[in-house]
RNA sequence: GGCGGAGUAGCUCAGUGGUAGAGCAGGGGACUCAUAAGCCCUUGGUCACAGGUUCAAAUCCUGUCUCCGCUACCA
């Protein structure tokens, strides 16, 4: 794979309904380690996540609670913004779809689709809830007493059909198909991509784009008759309706590289190199989106990750069941890099994967804790006791340097496809290797050998722990975008700098150091061994509350 | 119903024709640099079930059972 110049990387925007669960932030997490993996290997890195906040639920939610659907939005993306901070998070830009920008550039969308002849006024026939909107069929319940909405099942649900703009998504089948094949990278993993190419085979229907009931939304920016739906004080008909849900979401990620005012910017970042979403919508991403964007004159993006559930005893997590974990207390028992690690290591990136409060403090207590932790405690103390401080070179003593090219060739084939948990499965088996280097070398009876004299053992003593620091030193910037905050302290702890910027920015090309003994020729101080990942007693790792 | 995937040790999974594997959990041991961590050894499986092909099947074929994904307008 050839180096990127730059690489622009967005996340699902998140329903602002609600605090987050750690599922959500799961997406979240993931992208950020591949951001902060480009970041460090130098390339131009944009990375895209933020909020979906129109609907008309919200604005339900939002009356109930005697509120603006402003003001209630603004409160829960406070609460993302602090989960995100606490699980180390950085985005470049957290977008909000009530951003000023964001609505231009989806109104401007709508005007190249229509002057592009893609969209039209049709009719949208469906179940109409007199106190919530328009109900999709898989979301009414069919009662004694009739069809009901399941939020308000004493209030009768109206067959009621409305005129609708609507996207020619039809006209697209054969273009879509043709993408698929051609770009078989497009949708990942595989079976997602053939799930979405069975689906466009099966015919391809136009989507309404615009609802005339809903008020909080972006205006629709053109009439029924293909005029201009702005008025002459700048406000908006509302006779016009406004954008509904895919031309409103899915447009963050063009929002986010500078479209439709920043042309040098979008230029640059436009087309995105990696979507990441889960499963629920991959159909809007690897579908609809495509012809959204072709119906403008712009690029599909180059590649869609479709990312499964997190599981509780077998059913998905989610804010409805109850059954989610909260990021804010695992994070305070794991800290923000357990947290990372635990999840992106324990859950597979690909599929469904049943987790539980146990299975999080066992993975961090096993890896973090007992494998990588205590690697770098017993190595730096033993090389502090045996050279007073002063950091033994990188020796060509053992097996190490083979193993590690070998290692960080697929920790970086596995990483840059998106299986986090193989990624790091595999730098963990590296991890082993160096705990078993220890057992073999017994570098405390080499010390001993080499008090008395031999100088063999002084020799060997040098290599040997000098291999382990350098096998520290790889893990931990290796490791760097899945534990962000622990890696600087680690490389602290070894005597190196570490020249990157919280975010992961700035430092030098990544690979270049990832290369064994890149630092040999660089003398350095170790510093007192401090516990990085302190081990969990499972007692005190019980959460908060469900 | 159609298409696709899965059923392997207590748990999570790897293993596409040649004497059943890994990690974690459980048990034992030797050591001591270390976060009572690490290392070594070990208990544990009729590889969903029934047939078939083959010298040989977890692996190929047929059938059955179970689970899951997709099968259009939720944010």
């Avoid at 951003?99 to 009719?123: F, K, L, S, T, W």
């Amino acid at each position: 794979m050839s180096p990127h110049d730059r690489y622009y990387i967005t996340t699902a925007i998140a329903y602002a309904n609600n605090r987050p669960g750690l599922h959500t932030l799961y997406e979240v997490v993931g992208a950020d380690v591949l951001a902060r993996w480009h970041r460090m290997k130098g390339d131009r890195t944009r990375f895209l996540t933020g909020i979906d906040e129109h609907s008309v639920n919200i604005a339900q939610r939002a009356a109930e609670l005697g509120t603006t659907p402003k003001a209630f939005v603004d409160e829960n993306v406070a609460l993302f913004k602090t989960a995100e901070d606490a699980l180390l998070i950085s985005p470049d830009r957290f977008i909000r779809t009530t951003d000023p920008d964001h609505i231009r550039a989806a109104q401007e969308m709508v005007r190249r689709a229509y002057a592009n002849g893609d969209i039209y006024v049709g009719d949208y026939e469906g179940w109409y809830c007199p106190a919530e909107g328009f109900k999709a069929p898989s979301d009414v319940l069919e009662t004694a007493q009739g069809t009901r909405c399941p939020n308000h099942p004493t209030v009768a649900l109206q067959w009621l059909s409305e005129h609708n703009w609507f996207l020619r998504l039809s006209a697209y089948q054969e273009r879509l198909e043709k993408h698929f094949e051609e770009h078989p990278e497009f949708v990942q993993p595989d079976f997602r991509r053939n799930e979405m190419l069975g689906f466009i085979r099966g015919g391809l229907e136009d989507f309404s784009i615009s609802r005339s009931g809903a008020s909080w939304g972006i205006p629709f920016p053109i009439m029924p008759d293909g005029s201009s739906a702005q008025l002459p004080d700048g406000s908006w008909n509302p006779a016009a309706g406004t954008i509904y849900v895919w031309y409103d979401a899915l447009i963050n990620y063009v929002t986010g590289a500078g479209f439709p005012d920043d042309k040098e910017a979008f230029e640059l970042w436009w087309p995105a190199d990696l979507h990441v979403i889960g499963k629920d919508i991959a159909r809007f991403h690897t579908i609809y989106w495509p012809a959204m964007l072709w119906s403008a004159g712009l690029e599909a993006p180059r590649r869609v990750w479709v990312h499964g559930w997190l599981l509780a005893q077998g059913e998905r997590m989610s804010k409805s069941m109850g059954n989610f974990l909260d990021p804010v207390d695992v994070v305070r028992t794991l800290g923000g890099d357990g947290a990372r690690y635990v999840m992106l290591r324990e859950v597979a990136f690909d599929r469904d994967t049943d987790v539980s409060w146990d299975s999080f403090v066992r993975r961090y207590n096993a890896d973090l804790a007992n494998d990588f932790g205590n690697l770098l405690n017993r190595t730096i103390s033993m090389a502090n006791r045996y050279f007073d401080g002063e950091r033994p070179a990188v020796g060509p003593a053992a097996g190490l340097a083979a193993a590690w090219t070998e290692t960080l060739a697929r920790y970086i084939e596995r990483l840059e496809g998106c299986l986090f948990h193989d990624a790091l499965a595999t730098l963990w088996e590296f991890v082993g290797a160096a705990n078993r280097l220890v057992d073999a070398e017994q570098p405390w009876a080499l010390a001993k050998a080499s008090k008395a004299g031999d100088q063999d053992a002084t020799r060997r003593l040098k290599a040997v722990l000098g291999d382990l620091v350098e096998a520290c030193r790889l893990v931990s910037l290796a490791a760097a975008p899945f534990i962000p905050g622990a890696a600087p302290r680690a490389l602290a702890q070894l005597g190196y700098e570490y020249g990157y910027a919280a975010d992961g920015n700035g430092g030098p090309a990544l690979l270049d150091d990832l290369r064994w003994g890149a630092r040999a020729e660089q003398a350095g101080r170790l510093a007192t061994a401090e516990p990085l990942f302190p081990r969990i007693e499972t007692e005190a790792a019980t959460p908060a509350a469900g």
